[in-house]
């Protein structure tokens, strides 16, 4: 792996068109994905971690990519050496996704002074953009987790007081991941304060006031989706007893006002088929979701 950290730079100052580096730098990278989609440290060991943190950040490579390219590269790296919590990432998009929607058809107000919206129109007007920084938001909530050992995230048992030492970092760890391209830089708030309760008075980092962000709202969707998801889950990072889903609406409700925001909570409880469909997604929504990865990645 450190070769290829070597052969960026050989390209990035060789005498050659620039064309010439931009299709190397991307057979660069398809390598790169190939191994650690093919490594064989069973994932224990943070050494791999500590490598694709380097490349996928690395200025001599990623200068040569446009910006959807580097977020594609990244996410691939995210589905080579932790598709579980890639799966996990895309589960909550599609709640999010849901939630988004019917926010925007049910309860516009809620979403009145925020980013710069000052009417009820002006959220019509934008809806496609409002779901497509949500859906973003959620795939890229947990991209720090790249910085972590897998075994950590995946094991089926109990987390040790080191480990959980260890996840608390992985909201800041993510800010990193989040520097390589201007147009990931809006999701700042919503990947470092997806952890925060409501009230700002608990949750990680302690130093993020969410209170205070200008995404606050967009913090509160990921929040309950990131808990209704992860309380629910059944496959891969199960490293503890599901819950059905009404358990899970009635620890939301107990959370109203404190962990979770009141406004999303009862829009939840006050929507029927709003219930219905995200409880069908977080039930029945995996086979879905490992198929579409297996399309788009595992070729």
């Given at each position: 792996m450190n070769h290829y950290t070597d052969l960026a730079f050989i390209v990035d100052t060789a005498r050659v068109s620039a064309n010439y580096k931009k299709k190397h730098v991307k057979m660069f990278c398809e390598d790169?994905?190939?191994?650690?989609?093919?490594?064989?440290?069973?994932?224990?060991?943070?050494?791999?971690n500590q490598a694709l943190e380097c490349v996928s950040t690395d200025p001599r490579l990623i200068k040569y990519l446009n910006d959807e390219e580097r977020?594609?590269?990244?996410?691939?790296?995210?589905?080579?050496?932790?598709?579980?919590?890639?799966?996990?990432?895309?589960?909550?998009?599609?709640?999010?996704?849901?939630?988004?929607?019917?926010?925007?058809?049910?309860?516009r107000e809620l979403l009145v002074g925020k980013l710069g919206i000052s009417s009820k129109w002006q959220v019509r007007l934008h809806q496609r953009q409002l779901i497509h920084f949500i859906i973003h938001a959620a795939l890229l909530h947990d991209i720090g987790k790249n910085s972590i050992v897998s075994v950590v995230n995946n094991d089926y048992r109990q987390l040790s007081d080191e480990e959980r030492r260890i996840i608390r970092m992985h909201p800041r760890m993510g800010l990193k991941y989040l520097k390589i391209s201007q147009e990931l830089k809006y999701y700042h708030d919503t990947t470092l304060g997806h952890h925060k309760w409501y009230n700002g008075k608990g949750g990680y980092p302690s130093d993020f006031d969410n209170t205070k962000s200008p995404y606050r709202?967009?913090?509160?969707?990921?929040?309950?989706?990131?808990?209704?998801?992860?309380?629910?889950?059944?496959?891969?990072?199960?490293?503890?007893?599901?819950?059905?889903?009404?358990?899970?609406?009635?620890?939301?409700?107990?959370?109203?006002?404190?962990?979770?925001?009141?406004?999303?909570?009862?829009?939840?409880?006050?929507?029927?088929?709003?219930?219905?469909?995200?409880?069908?997604?977080?039930?029945?929504?995996?086979?879905?979701?490992?198929?579409?990865?297996?399309?788009?990645?595992?070729?």
């Open positions: 790169i994905i190939k191994m650690f989609r093919h490594r064989k440290d069973q994932q224990t060991s943070t050494q791999y977020i594609g590269f990244v996410m691939e790296l995210n589905v080579a050496t932790q598709i579980t919590t890639y799966a996990h990432s895309t589960h909550v998009a599609r709640l999010a996704e849901a939630m988004m929607k019917a926010i925007i058809k049910h309860r709202f967009m913090i509160d969707i990921i929040t309950l989706c990131d808990c209704m998801q992860a309380a629910t889950e059944r496959v891969g990072r199960n490293y503890k007893q599901e819950k059905s889903f009404e358990k899970v609406m009635e620890e939301l409700r107990e959370g109203a006002g404190t962990r979770y925001n009141p406004d999303l909570v009862k829009l939840i409880d006050d929507i029927p088929e709003l219930y219905k469909e995200l409880e069908r997604i977080a039930i029945y929504g995996w086979p879905d979701i490992y198929y579409e990865i297996y399309k788009n990645y595992m070729r």
